[in-house]
């Protein structure tokens, strides 16, 4: 989002969370909330908000859950000088309020566990989506690297996983067990000397194939699973898988597709996954995944359609 400072200057607050200051209790100051996609920071970056923590806060950042950077203390009356400061330092504002928020991801680019770039990915997602503008209510994307989800994408409006299916080549399989311990779900046994798969217990984490130390397991069908519909709060609900091993681009459209659809159909103050339940999940599905290979759509069991729902 490109930082215009006239913005800034408001003594609405509502109207300077929308740009990222956010009033902090207790004080007449705000925090200014930095956008830092997939939470990477580079060590010029940090020099610079360590000077202008002290210039305009009070030498304090603070990390978000999100894995965003605020640095409060900040005097309303130099909304301007900071968000110019900021912009000169090559970091933006991060939008609060009603809008897209910005892209989290877990640490897969470097992760043993990681069966994709989820930097790369997690900044793509920004540059293509994230531009401000106002939504019906709050929209959070995550993207996690491997089945074990640490950036809790299925908590998300919109959630991407980095999967790997193994397959095992039998002609190079000695039935050692390394695969076996590697499997923190019990879905793969020795039978007859060579280890077999259960498809039905594995959710393609990829472990598995990583650990064998002949090289004797594939993964011949690798991407990404779609999560929609999450979110995380006074109210709950876990988003539902609706798509499956879909190339990066793939991902990159229908996220897009995702987003718009809930710009068009989206009441206000309501998340996605609430927009999904009132339209019904199979009419979302269609909507977001029209030009995607059937086989990509992930069947929406029953059972799955019951656990999509809100809690308290
Ligand atoms: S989700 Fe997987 S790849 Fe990402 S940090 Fe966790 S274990 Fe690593
Ligand atoms: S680790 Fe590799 S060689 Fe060993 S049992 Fe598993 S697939 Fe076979
Ligand atoms: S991919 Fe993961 S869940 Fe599936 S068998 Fe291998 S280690 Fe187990």
């Not at 509502?14 to 930095?34: F, P």
């Not at 210039?55 to 968000?83: H, K, N």
């Not at 390394?178 to 039978?191: G, K, N, S, T, Y």
């Amino acid at each position: 989002m490109s930082v215009d400072p006239s913005e800034f200057y408001t003594p609405k607050v509502i109207d300077a969370q929308l740009t990222g200051m956010i009033k902090t209790v207790g004080e007449n100051k705000y925090s200014a909330r930095l956008k830092v996609p997939a939470g990477i920071l580079t060590a010029g970056l940090l020099e610079s908000l360590a000077r202008l923590s002290r210039a305009y806060g009070r030498g304090e950042v603070y990390l978000t859950a999100r894995l965003g950077v605020e640095i409060p203390g900040i005097s309303g009356d130099r909304f301007p000088e900071i968000s110019r400061a900021l912009a000169d330092a090559g970091v933006s504002l991060a939008g609060c309020g009603p809008r897209m928020r910005t892209t989290v991801a877990c640490k897969g680019t470097v992760c043993p566990h990681g069966n994709l770039d989820t930097f790369q990915l997690a900044w793509e997602i920004e540059r293509r989506f994230n531009d401000g503008a106002v939504l019906p209510h709050k929209f959070k994307v995550a993207v996690a690297g491997c089945a074990s989800t640490c950036s809790k994408p299925q908590l998300n409006d919109v959630g991407l996983v980095g999967v790997a299916e193994p397959a095992v080549r039998a002609e190079a399989c000695t039935g050692c067990s390394v695969c076996v311990e590697a499997c923190h779900l019990d879905a793969v046994r020795i039978v007859d000397g060579k280890a077999v798969i259960d498809r039905a217990g594995c959710v393609a984490c990829g472990d598995c194939a990583k650990a064998c130390p002949l090289a004797a397991m594939d993964t011949p069908r690798t991407g990404l699973h779609l999560f929609a519909g999450g979110r995380w709060g006074r109210e709950r609900q876990v988003g539902i898988r609706i798509a499956e091993f879909l190339a990066g681009e793939e991902a990159l459209d229908a996220v897009g597709r995702i987003k718009a659809w809930y710009r068009d159909n989206g009441a206000r103050k309501e998340r996605l996954g609430q927009t999904v339940l009132r339209a019904g999940v199979g009419r979302f599905q269609a909507a977001v995944l029209g030009g995607l290979p059937r086989e990509k759509w992930t069947r929406i069991t029953p059972e799955a359609e019951a656990g999509f729902r809100v809690m308290r």
